[in-house]
C-alpha cells in the first residue's frame, strides 16, 4: 500500500536532493573538519557552506549559526544558557502551548526555585500580549515562545513579543521548528536572540538541528569539551547531517512560494470539504492566523485513535490530539489550553501537509475520512444519541 | 504506534455485536465523554432469565477500547449470569491475544459494564466505582477520573497489581494530576499486606534522638526507598535535624511534576512509623 502521508509536523521525507548533497560524507569524505590535513580541511569547506545556507533562509549571519543534534536541543540550550547568563534574575516566562521540549525544561526549573509564567491562550490559541508585557519584569532572564504550534498551526506575533521583551532587558527565544521553511523570516530586521531549528522537519534527516543565536547575545554552552562551533557547542560536527540541512534550506528557499501558495490551498481545500460533508465539526485555531500547511480538526462523538487507525488501513497518516494514542491519559494540552472541549478534544486529528502532497492525496482523504466517521459514531453511544435526534 | 496483537486489530476492524437491544434485560453503562471512553453493554436473557442468548455493546474510545467490547459481548453469549460474572478483565485481554500494559483499562472497563448491567438486572448496588462521575460508595481517590478506594483496591487484588504505573494503566488513576499517587501507593501497600509489617513495626512512644535518627534511616530504606523505586524514583537522605528530615531527589523523582506529593508520603509514612512530629523537606543536593 502506497502512503499518503500527511504528518509533516511531525516528520518529513528527506528530500532527494538533500540526500544526494550528504551522500558522500560518510563512506568517501569521512574526515574530520577540524583535521590540519586536506582531507578534513575539504569536510570543513562543505560545513562552512551550509552554515552559510542556513544564514541565507534565516536572513542571519553564518557566525550566528550553532548547530545542534536536534530541535530538543537547541531549545534546552537557549533555556540553559540564559539562566547561567544571568543568574541573579529567578523568572522565566513561557506558554501553556509550547512543546514538551520548552515546556519541561521550564517546570523542571521551578524546583530549583525558578518562577515560571506560563502565559495563557485564548480560544482559537492567540496569545495575549498584554499579559506578556505584564509579566516580564527586571527578574525575567528569559522569555521562550513558540513561532508556530505544531498541534494546531497557529502563529504567534513574534516580532511584536520580542520587541516586548528586549525593551524590558529580558532575552528572548523561539522555537520556530513548525515554521522555517514554511513561512518567511529575517532575523536581520528581527529583535529574536535565540532561535531554534530542527532538520527533520524540513526535509534534512533526523539527528541535526540548528541554534540561531545573535551576534552579541550573552552565550553560555550547554555541551562543553571542545572548540567546534566557535566554543558554543562542544562534540565532532555531525557532518553530513549538517551539508545536509543546509542543503534543505537552500531548497527551503526555493520553495518557499509554494507553501504559502499551492500547499495552502490544499489545505484549505480539505478543511472546506471536509467541515462541509462531517456535521458537527470544528477547525482548532481556525480563528487565528495560521501555518499554510496544517490542519487540526475536532469531530465529535468519536475517539482519535480509531480514527486514525481507520485512515492507517486506507494508507492515510495524520496524527491526534486525543489521549490514546500517545500514552498519556488526557488529550493533548494545547487543545486543552484552548479550551477545547473534551468532546472535540479526543477526536481532533490534525493533517500536515508538504510539497510533496499532491492534489490526488487530498482527494483521497476527502473521499475516505467522511464514512470513518459515520461508521464509528454509528458505534459511539454519544454518536448514537445525537444521530437520534436529527 | 501500538504494538496491537493481529486478534485485537479484526475485532476493531470488524467487531462483533455493535448496536443495541431494543428489550434489554439489562443494560450496563460506564465511563463518559469526558474521560475518553465509554461503553454501553446490552444483554438479552433466555426465558427463564438465567442464561445470555444476545448481547451488544456501543463504545465510544480508542481501538482496543472497541476491540475489548467485541471480546466481551463474543466471551457472555450462552453464558448464565453466574458464569459471566467470573469473567476477569484478564480473560477478556487473553482472548484477543493480550493488551498492550497501557491498554488494560479497556479490558477492565468490559468487566465492570457487565458488572453494572448485571447488577441493575439483579437489583442490586453494583460494585461500581464512579467512573462517570456518578456516585457510588467507597471513597473517592482519583478526582480525575472518579475513581474509588473499593474499586482500585479491587483490580489491585485480582491483577496483582506492585507499581502506581500498572494502576495508572489498569484504571487510569493517578494518569492525569498524579496527585493521587501517594494515595495509590498506600493502597498498594494495603493490598498487598505490607500494612501487617507496618503494624509490627509500630514505634516506640519516647525516642532518643540516636534511636530517632536510626529508625528513619531504617523506615526510608526498607519502607519508602523500595516504593520509589518501582517508579523508578530514589531519594537520598541530605541530612537529620532534631525532627526535620531533609532529603533530594533522584532519578524519576528528581524531574517529577509531584515531586511535591512524594514529599507528602514520605513525611506521612516517616510520621507513621517513627514519630507523628517529623517534618520533610525536600532539598537540592
Not at chain 1, 536541543?73 to 512543546?99: G, L, Q
Not at chain 1, 495575549?128 to 521562550?144: F, M
Request: proline residues 3%.
Amino acid at each position: 500500500m502506497k502512503e499518503i502521508y500527511l504528518d509533516n509536523n511531525a516528520t518529513t521525507k528527506v528530500d532527494e536532493r538533500v540526500f544526494e548533497e550528504m551522500r558522500p560524507y560518510f563512506c568517501e569524505l569521512y574526515g574530520n573538519p577540524s583535521s590540519m590535513h586536506f582531507f578534513g580541511g575539504q569536510v570543513q569547506k562543505k560545513v562552512d557552506e551550509a552554515r552559510g545556507r542556513v544564514a541565507a533562509l534565516l536572513g542571519a549571519a553564518s557566525d550566528e549559526i550553532v548547530f545542534t543534534a536536534c530541535g530538543t536541543e537547541s531549545d534546552n540550550a537557549a533555556i540553559r544558557s540564559a539562566i547561567e547568563v544571568f543568574p541573579e534574575k529567578r523568572h522565566i516566562i513561557t506558554s501553556r502551548v509550547e512543546h514538551p521540549a520548552v515546556l519541561t525544561q521550564c517546570r523542571n526549573l521551578t524546583k530549583r526555585g525558578y518562577r515560571v509564567t506560563e502565559l495563557n491562550v485564548d480560544g482559537e490559541g492567540r496569545l495575549n500580549l498584554k499579559e506578556l508585557a505584564d509579566a516580564v519584569d527586571g527578574d525575567t532572564a528569559i522569555v521562550s515562545l513558540m513561532y508556530a504550534n505544531n498541534e494546531t498551526g497557529v502563529v504567534f506575533p513574534i516580532e511584536e513579543a520580542a520587541r516586548i521583551v528586549k525593551e524590558k532587558g529580558a532575552l528572548f527565544h523561539t522555537d520556530a521548528v513548525q515554521a522555517v521553511g514554511k513561512i518567511p523570516l529575517d532575523m536581520a530586521a528581527s529583535s529574536i536572540d535565540m532561535l531554534s531549528l530542527s532538520g527533520h522537519k524540513l526535509h534534512a534527516p533526523k539527528g541535526v538541528g540548528v541554534l540561531y543565536v545573535r551576534r552579541g547575545t550573552p552565550f553560555r554552552p550547554f555541551l562543553v569539551g571542545g572548540h567546534q562551533e566557535r566554543g558554543r557547542r562542544a562534540g565532532t560536527e555531525n557532518t553530513a547531517s549538517i551539508i545536509a540541512m543546509g542543503k534543505a534550506c537552500e531548497v527551503a528557499h526555493l520553495h518557499m512560494g509554494e507553501e504559502s501558495g499551492r500547499v495552502r490551498d490544499m489545505r484549505d481545500r480539505l478543511e472546506r470539504e471536509l467541515t462541509a460533508l462531517i456535521p458537527h465539526t470544528r477547525i482548532n485555531g481556525g480563528g487565528a492566523e495560521r501555518l499554510p500547511n496544517t490542519l487540526s480538526i475536532a469531530m465529535e462523538f468519536v475517539e482519535g485513535e480509531g480514527i486514525l487507525l481507520l485512515l492507517s488501513e486506507k494508507g492515510i497518516c495524520a496524527s491526534s490530539g486525543s489521549a490514546c494514542t500517545s500514552g498519556s491519559l488526557e488529550p493533548s494540552h494545547v487543545l486543552r489550553a484552548m479550551g477545547v472541549p473534551f468532546t472535540c478534544a479526543h477526536g481532533s486529528i490534525r493533517f500536515s501537509l508538504s510539497r510533496f502532497t499532491t492534489d490526488a492525496e487530498i482527494d483521497a482523504v476527502i473521499r475516505e475520512l467522511p464514512p470513518i466517521i459515520k461508521r464509528l459514531r454509528e458505534m459511539s453511544p454519544f454518536g448514537r444519541e445525537y444521530l437520534a435526534k436529527q | 504506534m501500538w504494538d496491537y496483537t493481529d486478534k485485537v486489530k479484526e475485532h476493531f476492524l470488524n467487531p462483533r455485536n455493535v448496536g443495541e437491544i431494543t428489550d434489554a434485560d439489562a443494560v450496563g453503562e460506564v465511563g463518559s465523554l469526558a474521560c475518553g471512553d465509554a461503553l454501553k453493554l446490552f444483554i438479552k436473557l433466555d426465558d427463564k432469565k438465567e442464561r445470555i442468548v444476545d448481547a451488544k455493546f456501543q463504545t465510544f474510545g480508542c481501538g482496543s477500547a472497541i476491540a475489548s467490547s467485541s471480546a466481551l459481548t463474543e466471551m457472555v453469549k450462552g453464558k448464565t449470569l453466574d458464569e459471566a460474572l467470573q469473567v476477569t478483565n484478564q480473560q477478556i485481554a487473553d482472548f484477543l491475544g493480550g493488551l498492550p500494559e497501557e491498554k488494560m483499562h479497556c479490558s477492565v472497563m468490559g468487566q465492570e459494564a457487565l458488572e453494572a448491567a448485571i447488577a441493575k438486572f439483579r437489583g442490586v448496588a453494583a460494585p461500581k466505582h464512579s467512573h462517570d462521575h456518578v456516585e457510588t460508595e467507597g471513597e473517592i481517590v482519583c478526582k480525575c477520573f472518579g475513581l474509588t478506594d473499593l474499586f482500585l483496591k479491587k483490580v489491585i487484588l485480582s491483577n496483582k497489581l506492585h507499581t502506581v504505573e500498572q494502576v495508572t494503566h489498569f484504571t487510569k488513576a493517578g494518569g492525569a494530576c498524579g496527585g493521587c499517587i501517594p494515595k495509590i501507593k498506600e493502597l498498594i501497600a494495603e493490598v498487598t499486606g505490607e500494612v501487617k509489617k507496618v503494624a509490627q513495626a509500630a514505634p516506640p512512644v519516647k525516642l532518643t534522638n540516636l534511636k530517632r535518627m536510626q529508625l528513619i534511616q531504617e523506615t526510608l530504606e526498607n519502607e519508602i526507598r523500595p516504593q520509589l523505586w518501582a517508579d523508578g524514583g530514589d531519594l537520598e537522605l541530605i541530612d537529620i535535624d532534631g525532627t526535620n528530615v531533609q532529603v533530594a531527589f533522584r532519578k524519576a523523582c528528581a524531574g517529577c511534576a509531584s515531586s511535591g506529593n512524594t514529599a507528602k508520603f514520605v513525611e506521612q509514612k516517616l510520621r507513621e512509623l517513627v514519630s507523628g512530629d517529623i517534618n520533610v523537606q525536600e532539598v537540592q543536593g
